[in-house]
């Protein structure tokens, strides 16, 4: 398949390197803090294996949606939809893709308020920390994606403050309570799995970033691979210290292992090592939410034909804002809303790509078009 490399001097495209910390970003976020418990408690001990099981399975959607979108190497997927699907059809499906894209983001900003509330700021009206984060959010999405994925690169040295201060936990593990291993069965270790992907869905991003990418295809697919894999090292890494610090009785009752664990390590300088954890977790998960508010602004630039995202993202946060403050019970509300979430992440990041890919090589769609 004939391709040629985006133009580096173009502020709309991103180095390979850029791609890869963009899906590291997008993929690490609200649920860093909570994974451990979200797999304990179906697989137990087992945690760590049905989380090596989702990297996997995020691996295999990473090669499917790289086959999908090298068919059509000089389009988006808002772009190339209508090839595979009709105009209508297409037209559909950009909008529902866009929907779940602010739905997303509306998720991830519910959740980082409700921890920011409980853990730093509990008489701080909810509102106001939802108002903060998406100013700031709007002030760098308006900007091109270029720009966008520099500061996913920047913030992503923050990981490595993090790995060094779990480091600290290691003498106070029992790996006893991860044996034997796989006592839960394989149904369990399965289901824990499904949990596990939720947590890492942000690589079908690489729907619309593909083609803005420069660099050869293989490359790309290199470099959201090592994402995925840093990503599953790191949520393994921090399981299994999870899964050995608590005990299984003890890890029943901590929604957010994380910060508790976090919260009983004291070093001769640092005593809440928890909130300082979270000064720097409120700069990632923001990413996070960065990037669906960008893919969606694309995603309606594209639909309504508009020249730049920049006239969008003010409207997509206000919708965003909106969905959050919606009345109700706040922990039914975020249980609800997470459940319903889970299952649309696995249906638009898994089974859509894989039918559309299915319709694709079944009626031999492909565009030969080069990638600009």
């Known amino acids: 398949m004939e391709t040629r490399e985006v133009k580096s001097s173009s502020p709309s495209s991103i180095s390979v390197g850029q791609l890869a910390f963009f899906i590291l970003q997008t993929q690490i976020g609200v649920g860093i803090l909570s994974l451990p418990f ?12 049905s989380i ?56 991830i900003l ?6 920011i509330k409980s ?9 106001i920390i939802m108002v903060i984060i998406i100013i700031c959010s709007i002030y760098l999405v308006k900007e091109n994606l270029r720009i966008i994925a520099r ?8 990981f490595i403050i993090l790995i060094f201060v779990f480091l600290g936990v290691l003498e106070y593990l029992n790996v006893l309570y991860i044996m034997p291993v796989g006592s839960t069965g394989i149904v369990s270790i399965l ?13 079908e991003l690489l729907l619309v970033l593909y083609p803005l990418t420069q660099g050869k295809d293989k490359k790309q697919v290199k470099a959201v691979s090592l994402a995925n894999l840093g ?18 009785e003890e890890l029943k009752f901590v929604p957010e292992p994380v910060l508790y664990l976090l919260k009983a390590l004291e070093y001769t300088v640092l005593e809440r090592l928890d909130l300082i954890i979270i000064s720097i977790w409120i700069i990632t998960v923001s990413t996070s939410f960065m990037s669906y508010l960008y893919i969606a602004s694309y995603g309606m630039t594209k639909i309504l034909h508009l020249k730049h995202h920049r006239k ?7 919708i965003c804002l909106g969905i959050s403050l919606i009345p109700g019970d706040e922990e039914t509300k975020i249980e609800a809303w997470s459940k319903y979430m889970g299952h649309a992440g696995l249906v638009f990041a898994i089974i859509i790509p894989s039918l559309l890919l299915l319709l694709a090589i079944l009626f031999r769609i492909k565009d030969r078009g080069e990638k600009s």
Not at 62 to 82: D, K, M, N
Not at 193 to 198: D, F, N, Q, R, T
Not at 234 to 241: D, E, K
């Open 231 to 248: 990503v599953t090292i790191l949520y393994t890494f921090i399981t299994i210290s999870t899964l050995m610090f608590f005990s299984p």
């Open 38 to 49: 979200a797999v304990f408690n179906v697989s137990k001990g087992d945690a760590w294996i």
């Open 191 to 203: 289901k824990g799995s499904k949990e596990a992907i939720i947590a890492m869905l942000g690589f």
């Open 110 to 115: 519910t959740l980082s308020t409700n921890i």
């Open 151 to 158: 500061y996913h690169m920047l913030i992503s040295f923050f």
């Open 119 to 127: 853990w730093a700021l509990p008489t701080t009206p909810s509102w």
């Open 312 to 318: 969008v993202v003010p409207f997509l946060g206000a």
């Open 52 to 107: 090596l099981l989702a990297g996997f399975l995020a691996q295999v959607m990473i090669v499917v949606i790289w086959v999908l979108c090298r068919r059509f190497p000089g389009a988006t997927f808002f772009e190339f939809i209508p090839t595979i699907l009709g105009k209508i059809g297409g037209t559909i499906l950009s909008f529902t893709y866009i929907v779940y894209f602010i739905a997303v983001a509306s998720l």
